[in-house]
């Protein structure tokens, strides 16, 4: 793989859940992506950074080496890598919100479970061992790990082992296989990471350029403007109200003393009950708006 010393490179899942909601997530922060998707890296016209394409399980040993700045990887697929990793580089910068899932420890429907002491002298299959043994050493069990690389979920019915820690997200694939959840190992999700390696000067800068806009992006997600009027004996109830609001802007209404305008960026979501509440307390004329792009 070529690289050019003088762009960022980051790196995404190739092919996979991951893969889409990545490329959306770089282009919201306005980066336009050139080639199609089947090669093997991508130019960012607009951005000095090359994206690198590879499999998901590739992305913490790249980012923790160095040869990618920036990686979107499961956290499921971190943390593996993360404990056998004598010095893993990287720190995580954001979680993104998508691919949600859990990995779970799951029992036959016909097995008695009654806490981790039911997994005592027992096997159980997984992709992950190293988190797995970390639940085992953590709850004090003694148990085998027997690694499998894909379709965990069929260990128990060849007789491989007694039970299965495998991700879930509907649940859906543990049930057509006889099996039900009966421990939550970890709750994951996609994470944005950066490598811990030095950057050079102008590297470094785009780098947080690069970063701020991310941010910007994860920001705008939740946040909503909220614009309302309210008499002034309202106004310190209402502004407790608004969700995640910091120092909300308030103007005198023209032609109607002793009213206000309320503007405020909301840093988190705003239900039905909210605006309930607000005009509960006194608030009239509630607009609630997206925000295109913000950058703190
Ligand atoms: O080729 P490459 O190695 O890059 O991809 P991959 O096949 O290893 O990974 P991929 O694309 O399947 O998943 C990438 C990441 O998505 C995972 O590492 C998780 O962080 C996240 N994710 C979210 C999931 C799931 N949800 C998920 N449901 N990864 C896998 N699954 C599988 C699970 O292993 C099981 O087989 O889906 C099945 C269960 O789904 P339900 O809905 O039946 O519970
Ligand atoms: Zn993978």
Redesign the pocket.
Known sequence: MFVDESRLHIAI???????DYSRGLLRDAGLRIQNGKNDLTARVENFPADLMF?????IPTFVSDGVCEFGI?????LQEFALGDLEPRFEILARLGF???SLRIAAPEAVAYDGPATLQGGRIAT?YPRIVRRFLDDNCIEATVVKMN????LAPRLQIASFVC???????????NGLRPVETVLE???VLIRTSRPMADTKAEQASRLVSRIDGVLATKESKYIMLNAPSEALQEITAILPGAEAPTILPLHGRPGHFAVHAVCQESVFWETLQKLKGAGASAILVLPIEKMMM
Request: aromatic share 0%.
């Open positions: 899942q190739k092919s996979g859940r991951l893969s590879v499999r998901d399980d590739d990887v499961g956290e499921n697929v691919g949600r899932c992709s894909g379709a965990v979920e495998d991700l879930v997200s509907t649940g859906a694939t543990l049930e057509a994951s999700e996609a």
